[in-house]
Structure formats: structure tokens, C-alpha cells
């Protein structure tokens, strides 16, 4: 049971139970009054559209400062029974605005436009597709890559316009974990919420553990050091960085995604001269797309094994609904940065992919090393194939510090969830602290606690480590974008249930809701592919007089094998353990369509925040904004 429903549950005597210190009222009375006010001087304020039962207009409202509730006079005489109704109403939404004033209190909103614009774009670009884009190239062809990306990308797109309908109306800090809670039952917000936890939990190692693959390159073969290092000292920097604060986080953020923006519009260029044989002499044109097995290497087998590693790459879009709870302005800030995915998914993705795919064959060496590390970066290859050095070193330096600000962005997630968690009493009170920069310090460090697990490459190889968590990741990010696109269907049922218009939304997603069905078809298929690659093929045991090549054989696909089942049935049974615990042990009933909570926190901009949309941008901006 959350704190709201155990608030607003507590017995009601008529009379003394409920003392608020911003109202003065009589339960059986015709009238309520108001003796709060709205602070004045914030830039934020979060307010609830207006409900009606029994003819009394209940509006509810959130800043950062204090709470209103506007309870205009009935204009009929109510019964002892119609006011007491009326009563039990007023004090759940005011239960509800105390519970998310203590979800909120603490955080700063210091987000601007650009911080999320460029956050969205690419602030987890980094290992996903700097070095898996390489192992789906090896596993499925260029032609298999290029559609599994193609495919789930366009799942994406449906995904992400989805979470802005909904963020742009509800900015919250739980962001879609806490929409089913409202909409669904309270079970799938508190499934969710500690389902995507893990995602970032495990996400961390997992970048941690590529970092220490990138730093290999500039070793000698044989070497010594001691690469767990190099986890190690990005991790403390990520401490710092997030204690210094949200603010400090999106400015490096910004800047870092800058960076990799450029690095791969430059190597699409030089990738275009590079297959053209303008760079390195030799012209490559689509012949890695007509070698022998090639385009569609390993067939449908090594399309589906692929589909879950381009999940991975693409995690983290949804990051945008995180950080809408820190944007000044989520009714500008979120329609603008979930409109950008479609360009990275287009241009940073599909256009590196297929050129990635055009000059490296799918059978190349330095695509896939199964042994102790993972894939070689293939945009540093690209660079090796032309015989630019000095450009593939540098390019590998990029990539690095894109994984350094991919796993900055990862901290931030995995934080601000866990904090969420605390906030709505699924995780322990001390979690939900933070200190005066509105960081929470104890979340902080329980997520670098988790990150620790990147220290198992001493132990067991960075690229085994790598593939392992790959393998669980992007089957919990495929369950998250399947439950937010069904949050969506629901949250428009209860939307029209409750006589609501689309046109009274912020923002109405395009492509509702055939764009939404065919987003859902292909998930499904996704994830039934999951479950079927997780027992198609079991391995068989040779037997005990087999030779040691045929028992290292066996070794190898049994590892796999059990990394796949892994992956496909771990994130279902844990979320089916969480719900259907938390649903017993606290009795929650699905919620109505016309109960359903769509006021509570709903973002209504200042008058500095109108003033800034009305204003009229020069010719230049509107020119920049139509092709971006």
C-alpha cells in the first residue's frame, strides 16, 4: 500500500480526523472554505484540471512551495450522505498532492531545453552502439543489422511519442512507472519502479565493463595492466559529478553530447568516402553485401538473436520522461526532445549501420572476439581498414568518452528511480534524502554500490561480463517499452471515460492508434522471438570421451544457451514475483476508468513560461527547428 492509499484510509470520526492547516471546514456543511494562498515566486507550478462530482468543482493543485485546493461553494443544499462522498474526495486528492509534494520535495527543476534536447538525442549513446552495432553485424549480416535496428527503432518512435503525451500532461518524478499506479493498478507502478532500477542497475556494469574493451585497444598484445582500473576512476568521477548536482549534469551532458553528435556525423562522411575509396585507396561499395551468407548471415535465427543486443543500443530514449520532473518546462521541454528521436534513430543509427555494414565484412575477425574481450569498436576499425591511424585513435578516444557520459546519464537514471522508489514507500525513507543541491546522496551511493559488479572483468573478462548483462538488459527494456504503450491505451480509455477531449492534452501523440497497434504487433513478436531463441537448440553433451575441441564446443554453447534463457525469462518471472507479491501482501484492486488520478501533478506553466513559448523566434531559429 503506497502512502496515499494508507492516508487516506485512516477512519474518519465526521468531525476531528482530518486537520489541514490550509482549510477550515465543516464535513456536513454546504460550503467549504479556503484560507491557503499560492506562493508567489515560483516559476513551477503543477496543477490538476478540474473535477467535478456532485456538482462541486474539486481542482488540485502542487508548487514547490505549498498546496491549494480551490472548493467553490455548491449551489444546491447536499444531504449528510452527498457531503460526506464530497468530503472522502477532497481529502484523498489533498493526501495525494502531500504524497507528491514529498516525491518532489528536494529536487531542483534546472533542466532547460537544450539540456533535454540534447539528452534525448544522445545522452545514452555509448557502448550500444559503439560496439554492439559490430557483434549484430557479425551475428545477423549487414542486411539482418540493418533491419533488426530499422524494426526496433520503429517501435521506438510509437514508445517515445507515447511517454510524451503522458509526461507532458504528468510530469512526475517515478515518470512512466508511476503512470499505471494511476491508471492501471498500484502493483505495475511498483513492479515497474523497481524493474527499471535493475535496468540501470545492471546498465552501469555493463558500460563500465566496455570501457575497460575501449582502453584495451591502445594496449600491447600480452599486456598487464591491470584494466579494472579504468572502471574503478570512472566511477569516482561519477560521484562527484552527480554530487555537484542536476544542474551540473545537464550542462556536461550537453556538452558531451555535442561531442558525440559531431563524432558521428563525421564518421558517416568519412564513412561515405571511406566505401567510396576517396580515404584509404580501396572502394568497397556493397560488396560485404554480396560475399557468400551475406546480407542476412545466420537467417531468421540471426535476426531474432540480434534483436535484443539493437534493444540494448536503443535503451535509455525513454530517459526523457525522467527528466521532465527537473524541466522548467515539460509543456515545451518534452514534445520538443521526444520529436528528436526519429532523427537519431535515422541518422545515427540506421545511416552508421549500414555503412558499418557496406566496409566490414560480417565474417571479419575484428568484429567478434568471444574469448576474453569484447568486439573491437567497428568505428575504430573502419578507420584501421583506410590506414588512418592517428583518425582511428582518435576516434577511439571519442567513443570512450561517450561510454563516460553514457554511464554519467546512467547514474542519473538509476538515482533519480531509486529515489522515486523511497518517495512512494517501495524502497526505505533514508533513500529519499538529499542534500541542498537536491541530490540524493544515499541513492547515490547504493547505485555505486551496484556498479561494482563491472569489477568481475579481474575475474572473468570484460567481454563476458559484457554480453552477459547485454543478454538481461534488453529483455527488461523490451518489457518497459511493451507496459508504456499498454499504460498508453489505458490512460486514453480513462481519458475519454472521464468526458475528457484530446485536444484539452498538452500534447497528442501523431500516429494514435494504428501507429500505437503495429508499435505493439512488433513487440510482441520481439519478445515471443526472446522466448523462442531460449529454447530452440538446447545443447547436447558430447560425452566423456569426447576430444577437449568438441568438450571447449559444448562449453561455449551451453554458456550461451543459459545466457539467452537468462535474458528471455529472467525480466518476466521478476516482474511477475513483484506484482503478484505486492498485490497480495497489500490487497490492490485494479482502478476504475473513471477513479482513475489524471489531475494530480499535471504541470501548468507560469507566466514567464507562457511568455517564453508565445515568443516569436527569428527566421533562422524556425529554419533550424523544421529540419532538426
Request: hydrophobic content about 45%; aromatic content about 14%; charged content about 15%.
Amino acid at each position: 500500500m503506497s502512502r496515499f492509499d494508507e492516508e487516506s484510509r485512516r477512519p474518519y470520526n465526521g468531525y476531528d480526523d482530518y486537520n489541514d492547516p490550509y482549510h477550515s471546514h465543516d464535513p456536513y456543511s454546504d460550503q467549504f472554505s479556503t484560507n491557503g494562498s499560492t506562493s508567489q515566486g515560483s516559476n513551477t507550478t503543477a496543477v490538476g484540471a478540474s473535477r467535478h462530482h456532485n456538482n462541486f468543482n474539486i481542482r488540485t493543485s502542487y508548487n514547490s512551495q505549498s498546496q491549494t485546493l480551490d472548493l467553490p461553494t455548491s449551489p444546491t443544499h447536499k444531504t449528510r450522505d452527498e457531503s460526506h462522498e464530497m468530503y472522502e474526495v477532497h481529502r484523498q486528492h489533498q493526501v495525494r498532492n502531500r504524497v507528491l509534494a514529498a516525491e518532489q520535495e528536494g529536487l531542483k527543476r534546472d533542466l532547460r531545453l537544450r539540456h533535454m534536447v540534447m539528452i534525448a538525442i544522445s545522452g545514452t549513446i555509448g557502448t550500444g552502439l559503439f560496439l554492439t552495432s559490430g557483434i549484430t553485424i557479425a551475428t545477423a549480416g549487414p542486411g539482418g543489422a540493418l533491419l533488426a535496428y530499422a524494426v526496433i527503432g520503429f517501435w521506438l518512435v510509437f514508445v517515445c511519442q507515447a511517454i510524451g503525451e503522458i509526461a507532458t500532461l504528468l510530469p512526475l518524478p517515478g515518470a512512466f512507472n508511476a503512470w499505471g499506479g494511476r491508471v492501471f493498478d498500484e502493483a505495475l507502478s511498483f513492479q515497474m519502479s523497481w524493474m527499471y532500477f535493475i535496468n540501470w542497475a545492471l546498465t552501469i556494469p555493463a558500460e563500465l565493463s566496455a570501457s575497460a574493451v575501449i582502453i584495451s585497444y591502445w594496449l600491447p598484445e600480452g599486456s598487464k595492466f591491470p584494466v579494472w582500473i579504468v572502471p574503478l576512476l570512472i566511477i569516482m568521477c561519477m560521484v562527484m559529478i552527480n554530487l555537484a548536482g542536476v544542474k551540473a549534469y545537464g550542462e556536461l551532458e550537453y556538452w558531451f553530447s555535442i561531442l558525440k553528435i559531431l563524432t558521428i556525423v563525421m564518421f558517416v562522411v568519412c564513412g561515405i568516402l571511406v566505401d567510396a575509396g576517396v580515404l584509404g585507396g580501396v572502394k568497397y561499395g556493397l560488396d560485404a553485401w554480396t560475399i557468400p551468407g551475406a546480407p542476412f548471415y545466420g537467417g531468421y535465427l540471426g535476426f531474432f538473436t540480434t534483436l535484443v543486443m539493437v534493444g540494448y543500443s536503443y535503451g535509455g530514449t525513454e530517459m526523457v520522461a525522467v527528466t521532465a520532473a527537473e524541466s522548467r518546462n515539460p509543456h515545451k521541454h518534452v514534445p520538443r526532445a521526444v520529436n528528436t528521436v526519429l532523427i537519431r534513430i535515422s541518422v545515427f543509427y540506421l545511416c552508421s549501420v549500414f555503412l558499418l555494414g557496406s566496409i566490414l565484412r560480417y565474417d571479419d575477425p575484428l568484429l567478434l572476439n568471444t574469448s576474453k574481450s569484447a568486439a573491437t569498436a567497428p568505428f575504430t576499425i573502419v578507420f584501421l581498414k583506410a590506414g588512418i591511424h592517428a583518425a582511428a585513435n582518435f576516434m577511439n578516444a571519442v567513443i570512450f568518452t561517450s561510454v563516460f557520459s553514457a554511464i554519467n546519464s546512467d547514474f542519473y537514471i538509476a538515482t533519480r528511480t531509486l529515489l522515486s522508489l523511497a518517495r512512494n514507500g517501495w524502497a526505505h525513507p533514508a533513500i529519499g534524502w538529499t542534500n541542498s543541491r537536491g541530490v540524493p546522496y544515499v541513492a547515490l551511493a547504493i547505485v555505486t554500490a551496484c556498479s561494482s559488479l563491472s569489477l568481475l572483468t579481474i575475474f572473468i573478462g570484460s567481454g563476458v561480463v559484457f554480453s552477459w548483462l547485454v543478454s538481461v538488459i534488453g529483455s527488461i527494456i523490451f518489457q518497459s517499452w511493451m507496459l508504456i504503450l499498454l499504460l498508453h491505451f489505458r490512460f486514453r480509455y480513462c481519458w475519454r471515460s472521464q468526458g475528457r477531449s484530446v485536444k484539452e492534452l498538452p500534447y497528442v501523440s501523431w500516429g494514435y492508434p494504428y501507429g500505437n497497434i503495429m508499435a505493439t504487433g512488433v513487440g510482441l513478436v520481439c519478445i515471443i522471438a526472446m522466448f523462442y531463441l531460449s529454447v530452440h537448440n538446447p545443447p547436447k553433451y558430447p560425452g566423456a570421451g569426447a576430444s577437449q575441441e568438441a568438450l571447449d564446443a559444448y562449453s561455449r554453447e551451453r554458456d550461451h544457451f543459459v545466457r539467452v534463457l537468462l535474458g528471455a525469462w529472467f525480466p518476466w518471472v521478476m516482474s511477475a514475483a513483484l506484482f503478484f507479491t505486492y498485490k497480495f501482501v497489500k490487497k490492490t484492486k485494479m482502478i476504475n476508468a473513471e477513479d482513475a488520478d489524471l489531475d494530480t501533478g499535471c504541470f501548468i506553466p507560469s507566466e514567464e513560461d507562457k511568455k517564453a513559448m508565445e515568443v516569436e523566434s527569428p527566421f533562422w531559429k524556425k529554419a533550424v527547428k523544421a529540419i532538426i
